[in-house]
């Protein structure tokens, strides 16, 4: 592993670098070719409505996915990610048109741990909505 | 019909190996939009530690979630996959999968339960090479909406 950020270096309640990603319904579509996950919900508005959701939705993998973007980008070293857990509360909600849903993510260094790791606390809203909870990270620090 | 609690603790069967290419994995990054060059180029990933390109940590899923389908479409189960939402997930990393990887995945059920109205079911993918080497353990918890309590009437 080679994290470019040395445990030595960190702060408790240190920010990460917020990320921005729009999303769009070609997102959806990409995403579920690349990773064979074709539930109608994320592709098909009539059907993501006739089961009750405001309209077609992201799948929380792709979420969970960008999310993780704000943790590997810092850290440097992708493959420096031990640990990576997160709850879906509210769906990342995509319309049909030309800007998408919006979805903003946040990280704060939360705790130092034994054998230079630190875990991450995420913060993911779209919408105004918080869409990710108990979202955290533990990375292997140089 | 509520979900069958008796199916904690079951495991099944090995999944047939799961080859990691390179290109898929490129394929991959491109649809979750990370331009790292730890996916894509095999210098990079090298000048990292790794001998050939790595996946993101998210890839997994695409082994984990294919390995699950056969607990979660089991009609002995009794969990209703059009009422299904994706609740949790976790991934608890040995190294970063990589091209080249020969992957098996061996699920088993965490956890079944029905709770709020709603059928809970998580199961476990631990992945390993096909050589016994384990690479990343996966959690995954899937929710259906109002299962449980159309069951009771």
Redesign the interface.
């Known amino acids: 592993?080679?994290a470019t950020v040395r445990y030595d270096h960190v702060e408790v309640g240190a920010a990460l670098p917020e990320h921005t990603?729009q999303v769009q319904r070609v997102?959806l579509v990409?995403?579920a070719?690349?990773?064979?996950?074709f539930n109608v919900i994320h592709w098909n508005e009539r059907v993501a409505k006739a089961?009750g959701l405001p309209d077609v939705i992201a799948?929380?993998?792709?979420t969970?996915?960008?999310a993780?973007?704000v943790v590997?980008?810092w850290v440097?070293?992708?493959?420096a990610?031990?640990?990576?857990?997160?709850?879906?509360t509210k769906?990342v909600v995509v319309p049909d048109d030309d800007t998408g849903a919006t979805l903003v993510v946040s990280g704060i260094v939360a705790e130092k741990l034994d054998g230079d790791r630190v875990s991450v606390d995420l913060t993911a809203t779209s919408g105004g909505e918080r869409v990710l909870a108990?979202a955290r990270a533990v990375v292997q620090l140089a | 019909m509520p979900i069958d609690p008796s199916f904690i603790g079951r495991t099944y069967p090995p999944t047939e190996p799961y080859e990691v290419g390179r290109e898929k994995i490129r394929e991959f990054a491109d649809a979750i939009r990370d331009p790292n060059p730890a996916y894509r180029d095999p210098e990079a990933a090298k000048a990292l530690g790794h001998p050939d390109v790595i996946a993101p940590p998210t890839f997994v899923v695409v082994l984990s979630m294919n390995a699950a389908e056969q607990v979660v479409t089991d009609p002995a189960l009794g969990l209703d996959y059009t009422k299904v939402v994706h609740g949790e997930q976790r991934f608890t990393y040995q190294r970063p999968v990589r091209a080249g990887d020969r992957l098996v995945v061996v699920v088993s059920v965490e956890n079944a339960r029905s709770a709020a109205g709603n059928d809970i079911l998580t199961t476990k993918g631990e992945i390993s090479t096909v050589d016994g080497e384990h690479v990343v353990t996966a959690y995954s918890t899937l929710v259906a909406r109002g299962t449980a309590r159309e069951a009771k009437g």
């Open positions: 592993m080679a990603f997102d990409k995403y070719g690349a990773s064979g996950d089961v799948h929380g993998m792709f969970m996915a960008e993780g973007r590997t980008d440097g070293d992708p493959g990610l031990v640990d990576y857990a997160v709850r879906f769906p108990k």
